[in-house]
């Protein structure tokens, strides 16, 4: 092409070294591909993509720029900046925006400034952004609400990225308006560190911008024993800075508080600062949270580096996002604010490579699964983070390492590490736990082999319980009062009467069709129908009919009247359920709920499924008078109602926790207490977990658990996310309301209760045999704290040894698994694979056609579903993560069964597919495959790539389908 592009010098030269360190090639490469097309060859393209796949991104925007350059095609610039702003990521967009904003005539000073921001960047993460918005005069009105938008739902460390961002495109006196905003809400050591008095200028910055002026701290060496006035001295406190340059002041301008420890604490810290693999096990509410801190300060304040060289690194593992920001409030009271930061899975931009992180921060209190991906990370653009990377690990709720929980995922590769190289630098492990538990153990043997297997995954060289200070913390810690009120089941229940009727129906329907006098030539004894409707066992059974349908029946008409029938008896067994633990009125609501979503597939109904939904219809009129009858009350739930109400009345100021057992039942709850004139008055909260689609987010549960703390909420109705950490002193009531957990979820949720007299109770049904249970779980409490002392009285010497055999022998039975896993892979590797709608049989797309984004979710990126399904509605709201965000549910067009739903990633949609929807046809005559996760299945998906993500481009130029 004739002609030269004048502005492209901005991208080539100016913005080059921004632009090398800050975007992806790979990112902007869909946009680029059709302008570029005739005049750059295909070789060259995918050079430079292999060059970021095997020398990292910032070679290959390098690469990318010089060819610009070399090329000098006209319109390189316009095209790149369109492609920036086509981004989803909004701090991409930004580069846009500041490119397009500079002024040429003041550069050099505008690109100073920009240094000195980015360079004091995670400072200014530390300051609450809401309070410097009212004195930045050059931000618009649209700037504002989106950063009043983001304090309010990502907090202020995400808001002063965006502040960051969106500021310095600004016209110039940007710089002047935020030094002197920091002045006004009195952070004058950052408004210094920014704009520093000149005689000092040389002082702090170093000749190179982009090093971090905290590293002027000196480290001190803390002492290897406790000592009676044992406290912590944070890194950056103004005793361990030289005071000799005034300048050098501590850059943390919040208080740090000095963690001055019981003596019971000190005995339980000692074998972890003695540098052991320890698990610290002590009472909920002991503040064993505090210890970890001060273990992990300890850690960092000895000795300038760890052993292998690197800089010291502590990562704090929780196991539930709402845990995420309370640890990380835990440690800023104790250590500089700039040093630790918290990431989770619903954290927005702030999920970024944990390895990056790790180069300011000192601390990262994250989800175990974070980690795991981190941990797992196969993306060649992004530095491979490895477990040495960190020198201490600690694990809260460390109980949970066993089986598949990411807790042991990541212990899996130590112990790896461990036997195969032993030389290798690896963190030291400290765990954190109310008791280690004993499984279903009936016996001491038991109870302590679930014990040793606990260590074993942690490579725990010492246990640490409080034995010398008992009595001390048996002052601190408040032991509840127990109490259990059993209640005989309602036995005139009009509503259970009509949905039992129903019920019956459609077992009768199953019984008599073709597909189940095929499923009873497999002499399938658990496939007897039990006649305990509403409870967990008849729950069960009715998922065993429809899997076992889903993996024999190949007649499609076959299959889809069983599991029609399922899906219904499904519904009515949950109505059941929350009309014995609430109200008829509650049940019923359930039910209409479930039957507005079945108004929507009514043109695809079979004479079956019509059937069924007229069974509802039919009675409904007759459920609505009976749920309006005053007689038909639950006696349970006027149990529960009056015990609350006397409990308040005793303690008016009383905060409480109502644990049950489903998402349903905490609605119908709440509801009820809503409705109570005596109740009302509690202005109940729900807490749920933030899995599938009817989830909390992050920002939901910690705002919800504030609105407790400050008593807006005096009740909490909650599932079992609200068992584990959640740290809430004001809380001295706890109701288990036909609620059963192991050993460890029973101690767990009696230690929510943290005020002084407090009152924990278990209220069931008298047919439920939760007292029984209840006091099972007293005796296998009694167990495993006589089974811990038991292992830690062991010799030193014999505990490692089975520690050790355990460990061999873990090792090889996860090989044996695997192995078995890699050979059902590669039996299916070349084989073509059909993925057939559950309900219906309609084929949806192949293994071929799907591809792994993020390495979790499963995407159509062919046009094979075209016409295969359909999107509708989604009652949830849409919800974005980083670069993710899910959109509408997709359906079958044939029968409306739920496939998952779409998704937008890299500026496209697909269909993303949840398996436990398919059945999975391998052909060939093997057998049919049900899976509940995309892990269990016996093949392997590929991952997404640029070159999918190009393909797709280049067929959406030239006039391809698109999904």
């Known amino acids: 092409m004739a002609g030269v592009d004048t502005q492209l010098p901005l991208l080539t030269e100016v913005f080059r070294p921004y632009l090398i360190e800050n975007l992806k090639f790979s990112t902007i490469m869909a946009d680029m591909v059709s302008f570029l097309d005739g005049s750059v060859g295909a070789v060259e393209l995918f050079g430079i993509m292999t060059k970021e796949r095997e020398e990292g991104a910032p070679a290959a925007m390098d690469a ?8 000098s095609i006209p319109g390189s610039y316009s095209r790149f900046i369109n492609a920036l702003r086509n981004m989803e990521d909004e701090k991409v967009k930004h580069i846009a925006d500041w490119i397009e904003g500079i002024n040429l005539d003041n550069l050099d000073t505008i690109e100073e400034q920009k240094h000195i921001v980015r360079a004091f960047a995670p400072k200014l993460q530390d300051v ?3 309070l410097l918005i009212p004195h930045l005069q050059c931000l618009g009105r649209q700037d504002v609400e989106l950063l009043r938008a983001d304090v309010q739902n990502k907090g202020d460390c995400y808001a002063a990225i965006t502040l960051m961002l969106t500021i310095t495109t600004k016209q110039p006196g940007w710089f002047t308006e935020l030094v002197n905003a920091l002045r006004k809400v009195e952070r004058h050591e950052l408004a210094d560190l920014l704009d520093p008095p000149e005689d000092h200028i040389s002082e702090i910055l170093p000749p190179n911008i982009e090093e971090n002026p905290a590293e002027v701290c000196q480290e001190t060496d803390a002492p290897q024993e406790l000592q009676a006035n044992a406290e912590i001295k944070p890194q950056g406190n103004p005793q361990d800075i030289p005071q000799d340059n005034p300048q050098n002041n501590p850059q943390e301008p919040e208080e740090i508080e000095k963690i001055e420890l019981r003596e019971y604490q000190k005995e339980l810290a000692q074998p972890a600062i003695e540098g052991h693999n320890t698990v610290v096990v002590a009472p909920a509410g002991s503040g064993k949270t505090v210890v970890g801190v001060f273990i992990a300060n300890d850690h960092l304040n000895r000795e300038k580096g760890a052993s292998n060289g690197k800089p010291k690194k502590v990562a704090f593992l929780v196991n539930k996002v709402p845990l995420v920001k309370q640890q990380q409030d835990q440690f800023k009271k104790y250590m500089a604010s700039s040093k630790v930061i918290g990431v989770s899975g619903e954290m927005g931009s702030m999920t970024m490579e944990v390895k990056e992180l790790l180069k300011d921060r000192d601390v990262i209190v994250m989800t175990a699964q974070i980690l795991v991906n981190a941990l797992n990370n196969t993306d060649s653009n992004q530095q491979r983070l490895d477990i040495s990377d960190f020198s201490m ?22 112990r790896d590490m461990k036997i195969d190289s032993p030389d290798k630098s690896r ?20 109870a302590e082999s679930h014990i040793l297997m606990i260590c074993g995954n942690m490579d725990v060289h010492k246990i640490s319980i409080v034995e010398k200070n008992l009595d001390e913390l048996n002052e601190h810690v408040n032991i509840p009062t127990e109490e259990t009120i059993l209640v005989a089941r309602h036995q005139d229940d009009k509503f259970a009467e009509v949905v039992n009727s129903i019920m019956a129906k459609i077992e009768m329907i199953i019984m008599e069709s073709e597909g189940w006098k095929c499923l009873q030539k497999l002499d399938r004894n658990e496939l007897k129908c039990p006649n305990t409707r509403g409870t967990q066992p008849y729950e069960q059974w009715v998922v065993k009919v429809k899997d076992t349908s889903a993996k024999v029946l190949t007649d499609n008409d076959m299959r889809r009247v069983i599991v029609a029938c399922t899906n219904h008896l499904r519904e009515y067994n949950n109505a059941l359920f929350i009309n014995h633990a609430a109200r008829p009125k509650d049940g019923l609501t359930y039910l209409q709920k479930f039957f507005e979503n079945e108004n929507d597939k009514l043109d695809t109904f079979t004479k079956t499924e019509n059937q069924l939904h007229t069974f509802f219809t039919a009675v409904e009129e007759q459920l609505q008078l009976i749920v309006e009858d005053p007689a038909n009350c639950n006696p349970l739930l006027e149990k529960l109602g009056s015990t609350m109400k006397d409990a308040y009345n005793l303690k008016p100021d009383s905060c409480g926790i109502l644990f049950t057992t489903t998402r349903s039942s905490t609605e119908a709850l709440k509801a009820w207490i809503e409705e109570s004139k005596d109740l009302k008055h509690l202005n109940p909260g729900i807490l749920i977990g933030g899995g599938g689609s009817g989830g909390m987010t992050q920002s939901q549960q910690v705002d919800l658990l504030n609105m407790f703390k400050e008593k807006k909420h005096k009740l909490i109705v909650a599932t079992s996310v609200a068992e584990e950490g959640i740290d809430i002193q004001a809380c001295n009531l706890v109701f288990r309301y036909n609620y059963f957990s192991n050993t460890i979820g029973r101690i767990q949720a009696r230690g929510r209760n943290r005020a002084a007299f407090g009152r924990f109770f278990l209220i069931a049904s008298t047919d439920s045999g939760l007292g029984d249970l209840e006091q099972m779980n007293k005796i296998r409490e009694g167990m495993m704290n006589t089974a811990t002392r038991a292992i830690k009285a062991l010799e030193e010497k014999d505990f490692l040894e089975k520690i050790a055999k355990y460990q061999r022998t873990d090792k090889a039975e996860r090989r044996m698994r695997e192995k078995g896993k890699m050979e059902r ?3 299916h590797c070349d084989v073509e694979i059909k993925l057939t709608c559950l309900q219906c049989g309609l084929v949806a797309c192949s293994n071929s056609d799907i591809r792994k984004i993020k390495n979790a979710h499963h995407a159509v990126v062919s046009d094979t579903m075209a016409g295969r399904y359909k999107k509708v509605p989604n009652p949830k709201k849409s919800k974005r993560i980083n670069d993710l965000e899910f959109l509408e549910k997709v359906v079958c067009v044939k029968c409306g069964a739920e496939w998952g739903c779409m998704l937008k990633y890299c500026g496209h949609f697909f269909p993303v597919l949840t398996i436990k929807a398919f059945i999975v046809n391998y052909g060939q005559g093997k057998p049919i495959g049900k899976y509940k996760q995309w892990s269990l299945v016996p093949f ?24």
């Not at 990318?64 to 090329?71: A, G, P, R």
């Not at 690990?393 to 089986?403: A, L, S, T, V």
């Not at 963190?427 to 038991?446: C, D, E, F, M």
């Open 427 to 446: 963190p030291q492990i400290v765990g954190l736990t109310a008791g280690l538990g004993v499984g279903q153990a009936q016996s001491s043997y038991k």
């Open 128 to 130: 609450q952004t809401g």
């Open 64 to 71: 990318f720029l010089d060819l610009l350059e070399k090329k």
């Open 940 to 963: 392997s998906v590929q991952d997404f790539s640029i070159e999918d993500d190009i393909e797709k481009q280049i067929n959406k130029e030239s006039g391809g389908s698109e999904i």
């Open 825 to 827: 892979k590669k039996e």
């Open 393 to 414: 690990i600690i694990m809260d709720e460390c109980h949970r390492c066993q089986k598949g929980d990411p807790y042991n995922v990541i212990m899996s590769k130590y």
